[in-house]
């Protein structure tokens, strides 16, 4: 079983719509890491979180501990936007880090 | 804004031979990693290295791996005896601490193609 899932696999959004991309693990963590590949293969951080919810521009990232869920928001998407978006989690005391399968992401004009 | 350099962006290299992937970390940052990408695959840990030592490492960094910070910028990785299996993007990355409470940032990544 995969220690971290993401869904959707892939999701296509048209330019302007609201979109959501969900993450759930399965292992004790002590921060969660939402994460941005770029077609070429390029990774930057995004979001940490250890708990409740952060918003950078039109990014939002929220984490329910209890429940061992993270969610990825993006409000107006805009082509721009497409990428694969990576959940990543740090386990419990160590900087082992577990990544989840990925979401690609394809916002049409 | 700083950032996480690596070299070289793509090498190609026979089944055998020794490789050495080169990262400068952020300058003020104390933790370092390496990640590998095999081709249509999820992200990997390798090695996360701290103070001078390996903090922690994966079933995946066997005795074929190494990593080194021989001067005071550079953290490299060894890869000894290549296979083809080995063939992937691996990444540099680092943290100013831990990541329970920082943003660890990455390099462009390194390709490596092993023939």
């Known amino acids: 079983k995969n220690e971290v899932e993401q869904s959707p696999q892939n999701l296509t959004a048209q330019e302007g719509e609201f979109i959501t991309i969900n993450c759930s693990y399965s292992v004790g963590i002590s921060a969660l890491h939402w994460l941005q590949q770029h077609p070429g293969g390029g990774i930057v951080s995004l979001f940490m979180?250890?708990?409740g919810k952060k918003k950078h521009g039109r990014l939002i990232a929220t984490i329910n501990i209890q429940e061992k869920h993270s969610s990825l928001h993006i409000t107006a998407s805009h082509p721009r936007d497409s990428a694969v978006y990576i959940c990543a989690v740090r386990l419990d005391n160590n900087n082992d880090m577990r990544f989840g399968a990925g979401t690609r992401l394809t916002v049409k004009p | 804004e700083p950032e996480v350099t690596q070299t070289p962006s793509h090498q190609v290299t026979q089944m055998g031979q020794e490789v050495i992937l080169r990262c400068v970390p952020i300058?003020?940052?104390?933790?370092f990693y390496w990640y590998r990408q095999i081709l249509g695959q999820k992200v990997e840990f390798l090695v996360s290295f701290y103070n001078n030592e390996i903090s922690e490492k994966s079933e995946i960094f066997d005795d074929q791996f190494s990593v080194e910070r021989p001067d005071g910028s550079n953290f490299t990785l060894k890869i000894r005896s290549t296979k083809l299996e080995d063939s992937a993007m691996y990444f540099c990355?680092?943290?100013?601490?831990?990541?329970?409470?920082?943003?660890?940032?990455f390099g462009e990544g390194s390709w490596l193609t092993v023939v």
């Open positions: 300058s003020n940052h104390l933790y």
């Open positions: 990355a680092s943290s100013k601490g831990q990541l329970s409470g920082n943003t660890i940032y």
């Open positions: 979180l250890s708990s």
